[in-house]
């Protein structure tokens, strides 16, 4: 008979061993009651089953960070032409938030650049945008946009979070964890930056976190120049074979240490060496160009890999070809608080035939009808000139700012709310922050107000607790 002491020793080491199963299955378990947070059913996908037929299976969004002026791109104003130079009326400005004007004068200051009517649906954009113009019959103007943060880095977190708390998720992870991603070897949220024609206010890299979703839904960073992932080549000397060992071995200890813990951030570890293991055969093919028809780089107007917006443009159609969920581009560079009329045709220049091809080439693949395009910055500019002489600025601006969207189930050739005569407040159909993102969800085919996250005890949502709405006249 055996002792009690020898008892414990086998009651111990069966239970150790016998979590190589149960361990599975509990974070079998754990992932399912995370995906499911929702209250929705599990998809072999993502957390939820789609709420409805989704539009868009995809989002590319060409963020033009730095805030660029709607007076001169998207959103004429032929009374503040009128006005240029004269005071802006107090009954607009008095109270207001501005960034760094509070105190000063606050003069007019006229649109710097020609709007003309563009398309068959007329649409006006400025003549900085010639090749974003010639897209007026494809694109959805939202001229009404407000946002409730006035500095770069919480209007760019708000944007990109629906709140300015830091660390929340973005929205890039919200929709990977929603719908998950249909690439397997690329991550599924991916970024890009690029930067030129202005003051370049820094990115951080939380705006592309997941915040309090796991961490396999936070985005990756793919540098713009050279090797797009740090370390994606093997080190001299090295193979695939002896690199597949690696990846076993430590693979192999953090199974055991799950059995142990069973921490679902172990499983994400062990899942993110086998997605970089593939990434090593996956992104050299991504970036060689040499397959592609010198008809379409010649159409983005720009050396491949050199770094540039329009480079990653194409990069852009390249990975939401690969079934990447998200894909992010911030061009750092239309900050102007001083020569607005020079930068915005600079850094125009530098985005706008890559927007404009990047929509084209996503045409003529049929991808453009469930790819959802989206082309803005985290505020607008204000009326009022910042500084004097010969070159002023503009200055922050949250009342009044434009975006244009495309594809994915978007209206094409229709323009959406307006601004007053100044510019300053908008005053027609208003769109926050988070309308904009219930209209994104809805197009995925998410209820935005069913498409929760459960944390700290409270159910959350990309689109918080205010109320938002979905922008159902723009949409197909």
């Known amino acids: 008979m055996l002792n009690s002491s020898f008892q414990a020793i086998q009651r111990r080491t069966f239970l150790n061993r016998a979590t190589v199963g149960i361990g599975s299955v509990a974070f079998a378990t754990q992932l399912a009651a995370e995906q499911s947070a929702s209250g929705n059913a599990v998809s072999s996908l993502g957390a939820i089953e789609p709420h409805h037929l989704a539009k868009a299976k995809r989002v590319i969004f060409l963020c033009m960070a730095g805030g660029p002026s709607h007076l001169e791109t998207l959103d004429y104003k032929p009374k503040l032409a009128e006005m240029d130079g004269q005071p802006m009326p107090d009954s607009l400005t008095a109270g207001q ?6 105190g000063k004068a606050l003069k007019c200051l006229a649109p710097q650049h020609k709007f003309e009517k563009f398309g068959e649906s007329g649409q006006e954009i ?25 500095n770069h880095d919480p209007a760019h977190t708000f944007m990109n979070s629906g709140t300015q708390i830091s660390g929340r998720p973005c929205m890039g992870s919200w929709i990977q964890y929603g719908l998950g991603s249909e690439a397997e070897d690329l991550p599924g949220f991916v970024v890009l930056t690029s930067v030129g024609g202005g003051q370049s206010q820094p990115i951080a890299s939380r705006q592309w976190h997941s915040g ?56 994400t570890s062990i899942a993110q060496y086998e997605l970089a293991f593939k990434m090593q055969a996956s992104v ?24 540039s917006f329009a480079s990653n443009c194409l990069l852009a159609r390249r990975l939401a070809e690969r079934g990447v969920r998200f894909i992010q581009l ?46 803005s910055g985290e505020f607008g500019r204000t009326p009022m000139s910042q500084g004097g002489g010969e070159n002023p600025g503009r200055d922050h601006h949250i009342k009044g700012f434009s975006m244009w969207m495309a594809g994915g189930g978007i209206r094409p050739g229709v323009s959406y709310g307006a601004t ?27 209820d935005h107000q069913r498409f929760t996250y459960k944390f700290q005890g409270l159910d959350m949502k990309l689109t918080g607790v205010e109320p938002a709405r979905v922008l159902h006249p723009i949409m197909t």
């Open 97 to 102: 938030p501005i960034a760094q004007l509070q």
């Open 330 to 375: 911030y061009h750092r560079g239309w900050d102007h608080h001083g020569g607005v009329k020079n930068g915005v045709a600079n850094t125009a220049k530098l985005v706008d035939r890559g927007s404009w091809a990047l929509i084209e080439d996503l045409k003529q693949r049929d991808m453009l009808k469930d790819t959802l395009v989206i082309w």
């Open 212 to 267: 309090f979703l796991p961490s396999r839904y936070q985005g990756v960073h793919f540098h713009s120049k050279g090797d797009p992932v740090l370390f994606v080549g093997n080190p001299p000397g090295v193979n695939r074979d002896q690199q597949r060992q690696v990846i076993d071995a430590v693979n192999g200890l953090n199974r055991l240490r799950q059995e142990s813990v069973d921490n679902s951030e172990i499983m």
């Open 420 to 446: 007053d005569e100044f510019g300053y407040n908008a005053v027609e159909d208003v769109v926050s922050v988070h309308d904009f993102h219930a209209t994104m969800l809805h197009l995925l085919g998410i």
């Open 126 to 150: 400025s003549t900085a945008l010639p090749h974003i113009a010639k897209l007026a019959d494809d694109i959805a103007i939202v001229r009404s946009m407000t946002t409730q943060q006035i």
């Open 284 to 307: 050299p093919e991504l970036v060689d160009l040499s397959n592609e028809p010198q008809h379409v780089l010649d159409m983005y107007g720009s050396k491949p890999g050199d770094g």
